[in-house]
């Protein structure tokens, strides 16, 4: 396999056991690097292992049933991979405070669904930075946080 092919193969994987059904917190350790950043519009940046396992754990017991899937072939090029992506949850689970826009009360039972593109940079085999462009605008309206003007 190509390094590309290599680069898209981390990624798929990634984007299955970090971000899709199922979370699988040893995939931090596995796929990123030790010092990785992870941005997000809806959040503060997140950098190092220990911070993006405390961030993906803290959004899934908000929303037990996030998940977020491909939504069009992956795109490499040199150490860059992107993808589009559809997702969202349900707030069923405690309050919530990591939205930059403000918090969510307990079990508010709303539901977000949104898309976006995350471009990811990997040296070595590892994600060192991923940067996600969403519709956050959508999420935080679904959620109450955003009014519509």
């Known amino acids: 396999m190509s390094q590309l092919d290599d680069n898209k193969a981390t990624v798929v994987r990634w984007f299955t056991e970090f971000w899709g059904d199922t979370y699988n917190p040893a995939v931090v350790d596995d796929l990123a690097a030790p010092?990785?950043?992870?941005?997000?519009?809806?959040?503060?940046?997140?950098?190092?292992?220990?911070d993006i396992k405390a961030f993906m754990a803290d959004f899934r017991a908000a929303f037990?049933?996030?998940?977020?899937a491909g939504a069009a072939d992956l795109i490499a090029e040199g150490d860059y991979v992107v993808g589009q992506w559809?997702?969202?949850?349900?707030?069923?689970?405690?309050?919530?405070?990591?939205?930059?826009?403000?918090?969510?009360?307990?079990?508010?039972?709303?539901?977000m669904r949104f898309t976006g593109t995350t471009v990811l940079r990997l040296q070595n085999g590892k994600?060192?930075?991923?940067?996600g462009l969403d519709?956050?605008?959508t999420a935080l309206q679904q959620l109450?946080?955003?009014?519509?003007a």
């Open 64 to 68: 037990p049933d996030l998940s977020f």
């Open 135 to 137: 519709d956050g605008v």
């Open 86 to 111: 559809v997702g969202g949850g349900t707030h069923t689970g405690p309050a919530f405070s990591d939205f930059l826009a403000g918090s969510l009360p307990a079990a508010t039972g709303k539901k």
């Open 127 to 131: 994600i060192v930075e991923e940067l």
């Open 144 to 148: 109450g946080l955003l009014k519509k």
């Open 35 to 50: 010092d990785m950043v992870l941005h997000y519009s809806l959040h503060d940046p997140r950098k190092g292992r220990e």
